[in-house]
C-alpha cells in the first residue's frame, strides 16, 4: 500500500503550526520533530506533493483535497485551526468557497522573530507571510528582515511608527495594500535620488546606528538587499501612509482621464505638498536642491501619477507652486 493510501495516524510529536506559516516551513519542521524526511512526509499527505518542496513551498495545486483532512489527523489539529493558520489552505478554501482575493498571497515571506518562537520551544526558523506592519517584534524589538534579525529599538521613531502603522491597517483596509505598495516606492525614490537632503540627513542617521549583522537566515528566505533602507526609512514611510492611504488625499491627486493644467492643479499640489510637511516635520519638501525639478520629485509624481499635467514652457512649476508668502 502507498503511503498516501494508508490509513493516516496520529504523528509521535505533533506541532501547531505558527498563524502564517508557510505550508513548506511547517512541513519541515514537522518532519524534523518526528525525524523522517519531508519528501517522505509529504508521501503521507498525498501522491502529488512534490518530494522536492522546500520551506518556501506554498502551493498546493496539484496536492489532492485528502491532504488536509489528513494532516488535522495526522497532527490532531483541526481542519479549521489548519486553515485559519495556513495560508496555503485559507487560499484553497477560498477558491473553492469563490470569495476571491487569495488570502495574504501578495505578502513577503519572513523569518518569525526568533525570540519570540524561542518562548513556544520552537527552536529552528520559521517562515511565514508576514503584513508589513508586522516586520517589527514589539516584544523583542527585532526586524524581521528576511536575512538577519537586527534590534532596532534605539533607532528613532521606529516603534512609535509602528503603532501608528496599525491604526492605519485598521483605519483603512481598503486602500492599505495599494498605498503602502505606492508609500514603499515613493520613500525608496527619495532616499536613491536624493530629492529630500533634510530626510536623507535623518536616514543616514539612523543607517549608521543600524547594528550590522550577519545572515543568519540567508539559506531560508529569499535575501532581500534593500532591507536596511526599509529600516532606516520606516517612520517616514508610515507618516506618508497615513496620507496616501486617506481616500480624502487621494482625492485630490490628478484625474487619470484627461490632462489638465498646472494652473487647474496647482491648488490640489500645494495642499497635498504642505500635508506631507507636515506630516512628516519637513517644512521644506517643495525646495528642490539644484539641477532636480519640481515635476520629478517622487510626491509630485504621485499627484500626478499618469503624468496628466501639462506645464508653461518656461515658468518652472516650483515657482508656480509656492506661493509669494511661502517663497520668501
Ligand atoms: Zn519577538
Known amino acids: 500500500m502507498e503511503p498516501w493510501d494508508a490509513p493516516a495516524r496520529l504523528l509521535p510529536v505533533a506541532l501547531q503550526p505558527v498563524h502564517g506559516e508557510v505550508l ?58 489548519l486553515q485559519r493558520s495556513l495560508p496555503a489552505f485559507a487560499r484553497l478554501a477560498a477558491r473553492a468557497n469563490g470569495t476571491g482575493e487569495p488570502i495574504h498571497a501578495h505578502y513577503d515571506l519572513y523569518v518569525v522573530c526568533r525570540l519570540c518562537m524561542l518562548r513556544h520551544g520552537i527552536h529552528e526558523p520559521v517562515l511565514a507571510h508576514m503584513a508589513p506592519a508586522l516586520r517589527l517584534c514589539r516584544r523583542h524589538t527585532i526586524w524581521l528582515d528576511g536575512a538577519c534579525h537586527p534590534h532596532v529599538g534605539h533607532l528613532d521613531g521606529l516603534i512609535k511608527a509602528q503603532r501608528q502603522h496599525f491604526g492605519l491597517v485598521r483605519r483603512f483596509p481598503d ?43 540567508s539559506d531560508v528566505a529569499r535575501q532581500r538587499h534593500d532591507e536596511w533602507e526599509r529600516i532606516v526609512t520606516y517612520p517616514e514611510f508610515v507618516s506618508l501612509l497615513g496620507l496616501i492611504a486617506d481616500p480624502r488625499w487621494r482625492a485630490h491627486r490628478i484625474p487619470t482621464g484627461r490632462h489638465v493644467s498646472i494652473e487647474d492643479h496647482r491648488d490640489a499640489i500645494s495642499v497635498i505638498f504642505a500635508e506631507a510637511e507636515r506630516r512628516l516635520s519637513v517644512p521644506t519638501l517643495r525646495v528642490m536642491p539644484e539641477r532636480r525639478t519640481f515635476h520629478n520629485d517622487p510626491l509630485f509624481r504621485w499627484t500626478n501619477p499618469r503624468g496628466r499635467v501639462h506645464f508653461p514652457c518656461r515658468d518652472e512649476p516650483h515657482t508656480v507652486i509656492r506661493s509669494p508668502s511661502q517663497a520668501g
Open 175 to 217: 486602500t492599505i495594500d495599494m498605498a503602502t505598495k505606492e508609500a514603499e516606492k515613493l520613500i525608496r525614490s527619495w532616499l536613491i535620488t536624493n530629492y529630500q537632503p533634510v530626510l536623507q540627513k535623518r536616514w543616514q542617521k539612523r543607517l549608521v546606528q543600524l547594528p550590522r549583522e550577519e545572515p543568519r537566515y
Open 24 to 81: 513548506g516551513s511547517y512541513l519541515h519542521r514537522l518532519a524534523a520533530a518526528n525525524r523522517m524526511s519531508s519528501a517522505r512526509l509529504g508521501q503521507y499527505l498525498s501522491p502529488h506533493s512534490n518530494p522536492l518542496f522546500t520551506r518556501r513551498t506554498d502551493a498546493l495545486r496539484r496536492w489532492t483535497p485528502t491532504a488536509l483532512p489528513r494532516l488535522a489527523t495526522m497532527t490532531g489539529v483541526p481542519i479549521d485551526v
